[in-house]
């Protein structure tokens, strides 16, 4: 049952735990050792023996500090593991190709790592009370055979089928938990699409019905009748716990003296021994269903990092080549490019291609066609961020593959339609706030956003004006190459007028090269070549 977790920690703390396990032991013993010296002391209760009560507070005292070390470095130990798991998982995330990234999905990746990372968290705890109430058992059930070994081997039968009994149904209540957190998962997916699709749901009564009742509360009923059934099997398992306790002191009181001869006194003192063990086993039995279903967040969480593993792009990159020394180009071309998007059960998918296209240096090219004609998809093959299936990427005549990925993606800026707006300049340095000032100011701005202590006051915006705050960063960024979706949308006309007349031209001046989605057909005049896209092939404007 426990060793996922337990696993889990030892690999991810690079600790073996040998204190930790020493420190329990000693608490076990200890906590165990009071049973003796209780029974012991009972025995001549009519006079104060104060070797027995020294005993008692050296034991009490033993107990409570080593309780108190193993639970805070076992907490210590579980936090520094999670939070360095947490890391690399980010870290991979970062590293891994967009295709990927999307098919996996964000509620996904953020209830495996936050809800995941709470229950093992709290299942560390469980397991470190657990063993030490575990070795108490033992050593009660060594102080037991001590006391009489016909009483020990009786127990021993007694425990043996109560096991078994016990792991049957856990077995069942680990398949439970599974689907459990499937369900869960499905929950979650539609959930974001709730807080997603907040605005379309909130016109359309009918799709907002359609996908609560439908979906939402199916999924959600579902989930809850799979989990009541598992905690109903956790609280079957509790009980039969406790009715198996009270089964095991009936065999001590009138099992044993049927088949060895037991004075009143050691029943009594056997029995003393069971009603102690009673509170250490709850806090085994409460235990397990924490573990198990830590377990299973272990499991998750290996799962999300091997895809992110294998997701990597940039693990074959080179510190040295041809276009890692590069600092300009001349042209960036495709050949027969094709690129397809994954689905389930080899169901049809969209795709781009095969694609022949070339842009140049100081180019401004407008990417149009209807919506799904797959502009966005061929810009992202263009921008590095979806790697081609088949076909070649060249820049200048240096193909880019995965030991160059990662430099040619960094000649780019890009603001996608569903772009996310950073709350500071990451990754540059030296921040000219000169600049930085006079682009907000000539986005109109200024009066909505100041820079101050290293990040933007406020990114609360519009969604024009976050638009055009991409923009500030984008420009602040100053790469060679600009990739803009739509970026234009949303905006007043004199803004947009501004955007294509100044903005772009601007850029051209400098020697950038603008990628350019757009529907303005007011504005193609602007571009220097215009490419049409229909059913995931150029069909105008390939080559310039």
């Known amino acids: 049952m426990q060793v996922g977790l337990i696993n889990f920690i030892k690999k991810e703390s690079n600790q073996t735990g040998n204190k930790i396990l020493m420190a329990s032991l000693l608490a076990g013993i200890s906590n165990g050792f009071l049973i003796v010296v209780i029974n012991q002391a009972s025995q001549n209760y009519a006079d104060l023996n104060f070797r027995y009560l020294l005993i008692f507070g050296l034991s009490v005292l033993i107990l409570a500090l080593t309780r108190q070390y193993t639970l805070y470095q076992t907490s210590t130990i579980a936090r520094a593991a999670l939070t360095k798991t947490n890391l690399r998982i980010a870290d991979k995330i970062r590293h891994s190709n967009l295709a990927i990234f999307e ?37 009660s059930f060594a102080y037991m055979a001590w006391l009489s070994s016909a009483a020990f081997w009786l127990s021993v039968g007694v425990i043996i089928c109560g096991i078994m009994v016990y792991l049957f149904n856990q077995k069942t209540i680990n398949r439970e938990l599974r689907i459990s957190a499937e369900k869960e998962n499905e929950f979650i997916n539609s959930l974001n699409h709730v807080l997603e699709g907040f605005k379309e749901l909130k016109v359309n009564r009918d799709k907002s019905n359609d996908l609560f009742r439908n979906y939402l509360e199916t999924i959600s009923m579902s989930a809850k009748e799979v989990r009541i059934r598992t905690e109903a099997r956790f609280i079957s398992n509790i009980i039969y716990t406790q009715v198996f306790m009270m089964i095991l002191i009936a065999s001590i009181v009138f099992l044993l003296p049927q088949v060895t001869s037991s004075s009143p006194q050691l029943i009594v003192s ?26 299973i967040a272990v499991e998750k969480l290996g799962e999300l990092e091997e895809i992110f593993d294998k997701a990597d792009d940039t693990a074959q990159t080179s510190p040295t080549g041809p276009l890692q020394s590069k600092v300009t180009f001349d042209s960036i071309t495709l050949k027969r490019v094709t690129f397809s998007y994954a689905a389930p059960d080899d169901e049809k998918v969209f795709s781009v291609g095969p694609v022949d296209l070339k842009v140049n240096k100081g180019e401004i090219i407008f990417f149009v066609g209807g919506n799904g004609s797959g502009k966005t998809t061929l810009v992202k093959l263009l921008a590095g961020l979806y ?10 005549d240096i193909p880019v593959n995965m030991t160059n990925y990662d430099y ?24 000219d706030e000169k600049r930085l000032n006079t682009l907000l100011n000539a986005m109109e701005l200024s009066e909505k956003i100041s820079y101050s202590n290293g990040k933007f006051s406020n990114i609360n915006l519009s969604t024009g004006q976050r638009k055009r705050l991409a923009l500030v960063i984008a420009l602040m960024e100053d790469r060679p190459i600009y990739v803009f979706d739509e970026v234009a949308a949303d905006q007043d006309p004199g803004f947009r007028k501004y955007f294509y007349d100044e903005v772009l031209k601007d850029l051209k001046s400098q020697g950038k090269t603008i990628i350019m989605v757009s529907h303005d057909d007011r504005y193609f005049h602007v571009a220097d070549r215009v490419v049409k896209m229909d059913f995931g092939s150029v069909v105008e404007g390939a080559m310039g």
């Open 103 to 139: 098919q996996v999905g964000k509620p996904r990746i953020l209830t495996t790592l936050s809800e995941g990372t709470e229950l093992i968290f709290e299942a560390s705890r469980r397991l470190a009370n657990g063993a030490v109430a575990g070795i108490m058992l033992l050593f």
């Open 408 to 431: 040619y993606r960094n000649f780019f800026s890009i603001i996608f339609s569903d772009f996310h707006l950073f709350d500071r300049l990451y990754g540059i340095k030296n921040v």
């Open 270 to 295: 056997l029995v003393a021994v069971l009603l102690f063990i009673v509170g250490p086993l709850g806090y085994v039995v409460d235990a397990v269903p924490v573990i198990s279903e830590a377990n």
């Open 387 to 396: 790697y081609p299936q088949r076909g070649m990427l060249y820049f200048d």
